[in-house]
């Protein structure tokens, strides 16, 4: 009884002193005069035996008193917040003088209550046998052994904090030889965290050296109360974030880990189960993208040290990632598509956002507007003026533009570009030529590439080559090859980078696409990337904010923000070095580095207190140790049952008074609850969807999002094959495109198995050009230049798959001579901002020359122009599919009137004459015309003609 009083505190005891109003509420209780009772009113006899004398008022009973001086009390004693805190034990042996050794690492932080409990019983202890005490500590800053007073012991324990880093066993183990081993004995109670390590032996040694008869008291946590740890499991930024719990003793334990913004916000939390004797379990968060890189740290719920908390930094964090792809979906050949392979690659590292059109004004608007950190542009030449202001916004405000080179930027590429490039490609073969492929040279110190083993089979066969002369100085060379051209290039550009690739994104000019260290140089491009969600100001910054950013190799980090043993992250202390960023992976936590987060606030590097391959193992059994268990006494608080004692006695009282000196209750009248009912039934009456009823039919007719002409030219067009010629403004020459395409169309109704609808006029400016697979387009002489809006859709027709005769008409031999004069022909207006690859003339095995017809030239109205189109990439088979990997030219360019020689009447009878070879000549130019539908309609198939000679020898003909 006594021991449970001495253990009595209370949190407000100045709330006791309303028990010196309890004698004030007796008397007044006391004085207060019994209800007066209630008589019926009698009319008459009332006035009957009218006396005057005064009553004395009768005193409530001193049982009802006492039973209200019971609740005041009650009251009272609840509000002065009354707990009972047993006190904790201690075995030690205070014989002599007591040396108290505290492993104060991070591995005891989250019981460091109990361990400061248990130091204050053991204080009592030593006070009460009049024995002075040691100190020791195993972390933080080393301090003399110097024998104190327990008043002075709890002084300094009160100073002593855990540290975020493990504590030196070996070196407290040397100071206690050094400083206590010529003492004499003494009794020692060593306050362990259970954790195991290299040092354990070495103060195990010294302590039983200086303790009485050798023996130590080895105090630890009770089974499933030790320290909990938290590291990675995995890749972080492929997939889910992982992370793996792990702890050193056997028993089970089951937890929450939660994943915590910087600013401390809780975004999602994962439970783990740790069975009994396992070591680990593995919790994952797989989150949006949007909330995955606002994930600052990951923490234990509960567990408050700096073990655990894992701390994630730029590395960790997933990029989202626009892809611009300049052809159209091939899922027929996947393996020729530049974006499969940079797909595959950033897969692992990135969320890929694909533009929903391959128009490029739509796309880099839809991209730009989806707050990508990286912009990936494959062999995308010329940039029309919007797309081009667009994207150099996007880098000028901190974004990425990866590009990569193709036949189109081998004609000269624009300012997006981290230097100007020469035109024409370096092939091996080509005018400017390798004797054999090249192999990449070793990366720099101060590429990001660096520390990336390079494959020995690595090689490229084809480049686009950089203009030295005119490089500018911010250009830096991420990656060269063997004989030292660039392969890699890079510069800044306001807040962003400029990456470029000097070969293909697909196997065309080089096998490092389909190699592993394109993986890898890959992501460490996109970790040299800013995070989108981190493009806050330094001022802006707050503890925990993740951002990320390219360093150098040499360049010391600096902590920015340290944990401290609880595992909160706040300013580094004066102790803290910084540490070199090549060390930044392999570095470990001490006094001078922390863990926490170092460098620049806009690179931030994360440092954690446990890592891949620590050890965590239970502390192992100490010879010759009396081993205890301490445990923090938990508080009893007494508060809610006087409360509730007093609301018992409340309702003893109430009641007392109805079954001994109350009356019959008053009658409670019925309350109008149908009144109420009824006006709130007219208060919630739903209101009118009338106009919304007659609105429906409207939305419905507007779902497609298109306007009623423009659905009814989309059906038009897409019921039956038609062919289009675009409307050049001079009535005769869209006179002559129409029955040039109409008299084409009757011919191939005629001859094969196509029969096409009659030809439709189109704008580019405003008409839908995706219907058609063979658009016409007469260039007049008169031609203005296409907006912006209208090549992006004209490119983007091209792109997917369309295909364009762009007829001129006059005779020219060559698109050289139409594309010349400094740009100022109507072709050169025309085309000259459109991204095209190059050029040439149609060769003697094409595809156009065989599609139906065999054919040796290509006449229309006149016959001296011969007609071009996209040049082949590269010898072999593979250049007989052409540029785009459905081996069909976007775009067929000629001279020779095509329309005028196709052009028939309603009788069925040419409109024009052809010179100078007559009728065997339009006879001529109608193939040509069957053969380029034909091409278009059904692609390359026909270049397998090229194998019939030897499958033919194969067969023995």
């Known amino acids: 009884m006594i021991a449970a009083l001495q253990s009595l ?7 006791l002193a309303g028990l010196a109003a309890l004698p004030l509420i007796w008397w007044l209780l006391r004085a207060t005069p019994p209800r007066p009772d209630t008589v019926s009113f009698p009319p008459t006899s009332i006035l009957i035996g009218l006396k005057h004398r005064e009553k004395t008022p009768v005193r409530s009973p001193w049982w009802l008193t006492a039973l209200r001086m019971l609740v005041a009390a009650a009251v009272i004693g609840a509000l002065a917040g009354p707990h009972i805190k047993p006190p904790a034990t201690a075995s030690a042996t205070l014989a002599q003088p007591l040396l108290v050794v505290v492993d104060n690492g991070w591995q005891s932080a989250s019981r460091w209550a109990a361990r400061r409990a248990f130091a204050e019983q053991l204080a009592v202890l030593a006070d009460e046998s009049g024995q002075t005490m040691y100190l020791a500590a195993t972390a933080g800053p080393s301090a003399p052994l110097q024998p104190l007073t327990p008043v002075e012991f709890r002084q300094r324990f009160a100073s002593l904090v855990p540290q975020p880093y493990p504590g030196d066993r070996a070196g407290l183990a040397a100071q206690v030889e050094r400083e206590l081993g010529a003492r004499g004995k003494i009794s020692v109670a060593w306050l362990a965290d259970g954790i195991e390590d290299s040092g354990t032996a070495a103060l195990n040694k010294a302590l039983a050296a200086v303790a009485t008869g050798g023996v130590i008291d080895l105090y630890c946590d009770p089974d499933g109360a030790g320290a909990l740890a938290l590291t990675r499991a995995a890749s972080a930024n492929a997939g889910p974030i992982t992370a793996k719990v792990l702890k050193a003793e056997s028993s089970p334990h089951s937890g929450q880990v939660a994943a915590v913004t910087g600013r401390g916000e809780r975004l999602s939390v994962a439970p783990f189960d ?85 128009n490029l004004d739509v796309a880099t608007a839809d991209l ?39 036949p189109r930027l081998e004609q000269g590429g624009d300012t997006l570009l981290p230097a100007p490039l020469r035109e024409g490609g370096r092939t091996l073969g080509g005018a400017m030529t390798w004797t054999s492929p090249q192999t ?182 100490v010879d010759g140790a009396r081993v205890a268990v301490f445990t923090e006494a938990k508080t009893i608080a007494l508060a809610p049952w006087l409360f509730l004692a007093a609301l018992c006695l409340f309702l003893l009282d109430g009641i007392a008074c109805a079954l001994f000196l109350g009356r019959s209750a008053p009658r409670w009248r019925k309350p109008a609850a149908a009144a109420l009912a009824l006006g709130l039934a007219f208060g919630l009456v739903p209101e009118s969807r009338a106009e919304a009823r007659a609105a429906a039919p409207n939305a419905t007719a507007n779902a497609s999002g298109l306007s009623s002409e423009a659905a009814a030219f989309a059906m038009a067009a897409s019921l039956e094959t038609r062919f289009a010629y675009v409307i050049t403004g001079n009535a005769e020459a869209d006179r002559v495109s129409q029955a040039g395409l109409a008299g084409l169309s009757r011919i191939l109704s005629a001859r094969t198995a196509v029969e096409p609808g009659e030809p439709i006029a189109v704008d580019p400016a405003k008409d839908e050009l995706v219907f058609f697979p063979l658009i016409y387009w007469p260039v007049m002489a008169n031609a203005e230049p296409l907006a912006d809006h209208v090549l992006a859709k004209v490119d983007a027709y091209m792109k997917q798959g369309g295909l364009i005769i762009f007829d001129t008409k006059n005779e020219e031999a060559s698109p050289e001579s139409l594309l010349a004069r400094g740009g100022r022909t109507p072709l050169a207006q025309l085309l000259g901002k459109l991204d095209i690859p190059p050029l040439q003339r149609v060769p003697d095995d094409h595809v156009l020359t065989r599609s139906f017809y065999l054919l040796q030239s290509f006449p229309g109205r006149w016959d001296n122009g011969d007609p071009w189109v996209e040049a082949r990439q590269e010898s072999g088979d593979a250049a007989r599919r052409g540029v785009k990997s459905d081996g069909v030219s976007s775009l067929i360019v000629t001279s020779n009137d095509l329309a005028s020689a196709w052009a028939m009447d309603d009788s069925d009878r040419p409109m024009f004459a052809v010179v100078p070879g007559g009728e065997d000549q339009r006879e001529m130019s109608y193939r040509v015309g069957v053969n380029i539908a034909m091409y278009a309609l059904t692609g ?18």
């Open 9 to 15: 505190s209370f949190s407000a005891p100045w709330m």
């Open 274 to 358: 740790l069975k009994s004797g396992a070591s680990s379990a593995e919790v994952s968060f797989d989150l949006p993208l949007d909330l995955r890189n606002q994930v600052a740290r990951l923490e234990i719920v509960g567990e408050a040290s700096a073990g655990g908390v894992f701390l994630l930094d730029g590395r960790s964090q997933r990029r989202r990632v626009g892809l611009v792809a300049t052809e159209g979906n091939d899922d027929a050949q996947p393996l020729l598509s530049p974006t499969y392979y940079l797909e595959r690659a950033l897969t692992p590292f990135a969320e890929i956002v694909r533009p929903r059109t391959a």
């Open 368 to 406: 730009v507007a989806a707050k990508p950190s990286v912009i990936i542009l494959s062999d995308v030449g010329r940039l029309s003026g919007a797309v081009r202001e667009r994207l150099r916004a996007f880098v000028e405000d901190g974004g990425m533009l990866i590009r990569f080179a193709g």
């Open 440 to 621: 990449p040279a070793a990366f720099e110190e101060e590429s990001p590439f660096n520390r990336l083993a390079i494959p020995k089979d690595v090689a490229v066969t084809r480049q686009v080559l950089a203009d030295p002369a005119q490089m500018p100085r911010e250009t830096k060379v991420w990656a060269r090859l063997s004989d030292g051209t660039p392969l890699v290039t890079a510069a800044r550009r306001g807040a962003g980078t400029l990456v470029f690739f000097h070969i293909t994104a697909n196997p065309d000019w080089s096998n490092l696409p389909i190699s592993g260290l394109f993986v890898e140089m890959m992501r460490k491009t996109l970790e040299a990337s800013p995070l989108q969600l981190s493009r806050a100001t330094n001022a802006e910054a707050v503890p925990g904010d993740i951002q990320a950013a390219a360093l150098g190799q040499d360049v010391p980090l600096k902590p920015w923000r340290a944990l401290d043993g609880f595992g909160k992250l706040g300013v580094p202390g004066e102790r803290a070095q910084p540490i070199a960023a090549s060390a930044a992976d392999t570095a470990r936590v001490s006094a001078a580095n922390p863990p926490g987060l170092y460098g620049p606030q806009n690179a931030v590097r994360a440092l954690n207190t446990v890592q891949d391959g620590d050890a965590f193992a239970a502390l192992k059994a």
């Open 940 to 957: 390359n198939y026909k270049a397998d003609q090229v194998h019939v000679p030897a499958i033919l020898e194969r067969l023995g003909h």
